[in-house]
C-alpha cells in the first residue's frame, strides 16, 4: 500500500482510525498525523487530544490488571515469563512507591517497560495520584511528538512553496527521520534486559 492509499483510507475513517493507530504506535503516528495536519488534511487540536487519549488509555488498562489480578499470578508471569527476578521486580516497585512520577516518566520512554511497570503500578500507587501523573506525562509526550510533526510539515510547505527542487529532499529527510525512530525503538527493545537493572 503507497502513502496515497494510505491516506485515503485514513481518511475515509476518520478520526477514529488514527486514534487506533496512535494505540498501538503513539509517537510515530502523532508526527505523521500532525506534519499532515500542518498540511490542512487533519485539525490540529483533534489529533492532538486524540494523541493524548490514544497514549493514557492503554496506562489505564495496564494499571485495571495490576490492581485486579494477584500479586502471585503478576509475579510468576514476570518471573517465568518474561524472565524477571524477584530482586528486580522489588526494584521497580521500590522506585514507584518513593519517586512516582519519575518512574512513570522512565516507564513511559523505554519501550519495554510500559506493559511491565504500568502493571506494577497498578499493585501500589493509589488511582488518583497515577491519573494524574498517567495525564499529565502523556499530554506532555503527545505535545513534544505533535509539535515536532507539525512545524517539520510547516517547514515542508514552506520549502515546496518557494524551493519546489527541494521539496524532495525535504521529504526524504522525514521518511528518513522515522525510519531512525523506528529503528532506535526496536533496538531499545531488543536491549530490555539492560534497561530493567534501574
Known amino acids: 500500500m503507497d502513502f496515497n492509499s494510505l491516506l485515503m483510507l485514513v481518511q475515509s475513517y476518520g478520526y477514529f482510525f488514527l486514534f487506533l493507530l496512535m494505540f498501538l504506535e503513539g509517537p510515530i503516528v502523532t508526527y505523521l498525523a500532525a506534519f499532515l495536519s500542518s498540511l490542512g488534511y487533519f485539525n490540529p487540536l483533534y489529533i492532538f487530544l486524540i494523541s493524548a487519549a490514544g497514549n493514557f488509555l492503554p496506562d489505564f488498562v495496564y494499571y485495571a490488571i495490576g490492581r ?3 500479586k502471585k499470578v503478576i509475579y510468576s508471569y514476570l518471573i517465568k515469563k518474561r524472565g524477571f527476578s524477584q530482586e528486580k521486580i522489588d526494584r521497580i516497585i521500590k522506585q514507584l512507591r518513593l519517586h512516582a512520577g519519575k518512574m512513570l516518566i522512565i516507564i513511559k520512554i523505554v519501550p519495554p517497560l510500559p506493559p511491565i511497570g504500568l502493571t506494577l503500578s497498578g499493585m501500589v500507587l493509589p488511582f488518583k ?9 502523556s499530554a506532555v509526550y503527545s505535545l513534544f511528538f505533535f509539535a515536532a510533526g507539525f512545524y517539520s510539515g510547516s517547514a515542508y510547505s514552506y520549502v515546496t512553496t518557494h524551493f519546489k527542487a527541494l521539496q524532495f529532499i525535504f521529504f526524504g529527510l522525514v521518511v528518513l527521520l522515522v ?3 523506528y529503528l532506535f525503538m526496536r533496538w531499545m527493545e531488543k536491549k530490555e534486559k539492560s534497561y530493567i537493572n534501574l
Do not use: P, Q
Open 68 to 70: 485486579s489480578m494477584r
Open 129 to 137: 495520584k497515577f491519573a494524574l501523573l498517567s495525564v499529565t506525562i
Open 179 to 181: 525510519g531512525a525512530y
